[in-house]
């Protein structure tokens, strides 16, 4: 079945420092990527969606130059956070629509950010 | 914006009990997914639905979709402690992308 991976699962960082996560699809190609932002006992929140070869959109309230998204192939996508700040500690969530239509959507399986 | 509520937001039972999970919507979705999801991980998902009225059943867990396309249940049989966890109900956008997804309900089974 269609698996996307996600690294990596746990990081932890100073204040101030960029962390990078990758969100590769390792057995279908995925031209539109969506990272979310989960907060304990809360539901998802799409943060942007990659498109590969063109800029990401993101959704309102979210600073496009502080969590860069690049999508430079078919199988992998990437989230900055830069300058990262303990409110910026949360789950993050890749996911990526494996079939057209309405076949749902896989997801990684999130990464941890803990920024202290 | 179309927007999913999603009831109950939490639940309690004892093992062999039934419950009903709701998500509705005052828009109307392309589909809706189901997802369950566990502490530190990312949603895994259960069922997409796409027909107006249409049910599915996986095992002890039933799917139905609103005539209208605008609202979902999940109805769950003699519950067991393994089924304890995350249930989010997520609607695709229609003529968009965009998956929508209902605040989640927290579902804990009692042995």
């Known amino acids: 079945g269609a698996v996307v991976s996600q690294h990596p699962s746990r990081v932890i960082c100073k204040s101030g420092t960029s962390v990078k996560i990758e969100c590769r699809s390792l057995?279908?190609?995925?031209?539109?990527m969506f990272w979310y932002r989960q907060f304990p006992k809360q539901s998802l929140m799409l943060m942007a969606t990659?498109?590969?070869?063109?800029?990401?959109?993101?959704e309102q309230g979210v600073e496009k130059d502080k969590f860069l998204i690049n999508h430079a192939s078919l199988t992998l996508s990437t989230l900055t956070v830069t300058s990262a700040h303990p409110e910026d500690s949360s789950f993050y969530i890749c996911?990526?629509?494996?079939?057209?239509?309405?076949?749902?959507?896989?997801f990684g399986s999130g990464t941890r950010l803990t920024v202290v | 914006t179309q927007l999913l509520e999603q009831s109950p937001q939490f639940l309690s039972i004892q093992e062999g009990e039934n419950l009903t999970v709701y998500c509705n919507s005052s828009?109307?979705?392309?589909?809706l997914q189901w997802y369950r999801q566990e502490p530190g991980e990312g949603p895994v998902l259960l069922v997409t639905?796409?027909?107006?009225?249409e049910v599915k059943k996986l095992k002890r867990l039933t799917f139905q979709f609103g005539d209208a396309r605008k609202d979902s249940s999940l109805h769950i049989t003699a519950a067991q402690p393994g089924d304890t966890g995350l249930y989010l109900c997520?609607?695709?956008?229609?003529?968009?992308?965009?998956?929508?997804f209902g605040a989640g309900t927290r579902l804990f089974v009692k042995a």
């Open positions: 996911s990526a629509r494996y079939l057209t239509g309405t076949d749902g959507y896989t």
């Open positions: 057995d279908f190609q995925a031209t539109t």
């Open positions: 990659s498109n590969e070869g063109s800029k990401a959109t993101y």
């Open positions: 828009s109307v979705f392309s589909s």
């Open positions: 639905v796409v027909t107006g009225g």
């Open positions: 997520a609607g695709a956008e229609t003529g968009g992308f965009k998956t929508i």
